[in-house]
């Protein structure tokens, strides 16, 4: 079944989306219209990709009950997209480095417990999916991960992470993280070396200290969008403004009774969502009328 992307219909769903999201989404759905047009189709089994090898650009393994990684796939030497989620798997083979030309590697929710060193010879892997999987060595990882010069997008939701190694800061090229659902209460120092971080996830995280955090999050130059949903705030420190390069800032799911005026100070702020928190109705008509009218504020 070939594989076609609207990239029209996508685009009149624009407002839907902030600027950095709606970023990601074209650069992927741009490289899935490539794939589409070159191969005309997203490959479902490997039977079927053995059949003509050197056409895989796109193959699809989800949901499969597998258990070990396909030793067939590293045949497939044009292969571009790779999902493997939702498997059993255990690792990943340590030849997997074969595969030169990967742009994105799905492999959530398997139970993957380390990378093989090989993985950092993929130049042009900029999309890694590890949300929901058994991971054991973060430093050796970011280590590895740190060799990839296009990375761009990493998820590690939900991976039972309590701490993040100093070699967090080695992912330069990072500008999405995905650290949701995870028991993280200070980011290390070294946090701020991600220069080219945008877009912050760390939802449901109940040990979160946002206070004890600003300073880090204050030195990464490019942080848009910061999620913080679900992580049972009851207040935002003043301190939040020094989040100078905030456009987008999420708290749904909290305990707040009230918004610190400092957020007026975030000159480039357009989007702030406390939906589902605890604000009394008079402090919502008051917010209307005292934020710029360049912010919206969803309740």
């Given amino acids: 079944m070939t594989t076609k992307i609207n990239l029209n219909q996508i685009l009149a769903q624009a407002t839907k989306f902030t600027f950095a999201k709606l970023t990601f989404l074209l650069g992927f759905l741009l490289l899935a219209e490539v794939v589409s047009a ?9 039977e079927e ?44 083979p340590g030849d997997i480095g074969r595969l030169k030309n990967l742009f994105y590697l799905d492999m959530s929710g398997n139970k993957i417990q380390q990378l093989p060193e090989s993985l950092s010879e993929i130049k042009t892997l900029q999309n890694i999916y590890l949300n929901y999987n058994n991971v054991r060595s973060l430093d050796r990882d970011f280590q590895i991960l740190s060799q990839l010069p296009m990375l761009r997008v990493l998820d590690l939701k939900g991976d039972g992470i309590v701490k993040l190694p100093a070699s967090t800061g080695s992912l330069k090229s990072l500008e999405y993280l995905q650290l949701s659902n995870n028991q993280i209460e200070v980011l290390p120092k070294e946090f701020s070396d991600l220069r080219n971080l945008q877009v912050l996830y760390i939802n449901n995280d109940t040990q979160f200290d946002l206070l004890k955090n600003i300073a880090i999050l204050s030195k990464l ?27 987008s800032l999420h708290l749904r799911d909290n ?9 007026k100070y975030l000159d480039k702020l357009k989007y702030v969502d406390v939906t589902n928190n605890r604000l009394p109705n008079i402090l919502l008509d008051q917010y209307r009328e005292n934020f710029p009218s360049t912010v919206k504020i969803t309740f």
């Fill in 49 to 92: 990709a053995r059949t003509q090898p050197d056409s895989v650009q796109w193959l699809t393994l989800s949901n499969l009950n597998i258990k070990k990684f396909p030793s067939e796939i590293l045949e497939f030497r044009n292969l571009r997209y790779l999902d493997l989620s939702s498997n059993h798997i255990t690792e990943l």
């Fill in 38 to 46: 070159q191969s005309s189709r997203n490959f479902k089994s490997i």
């Fill in 255 to 263: 305990n707040l009774t009230e918004l610190p005026e400092a957020l």
């Fill in 221 to 247: 130059p490019k942080l848009a969008e910061l999620h913080l949903e679900g992580d049972q705030f009851k207040k935002i420190p003043d301190e939040i403004k020094e989040l100078k390069n905030l456009e």
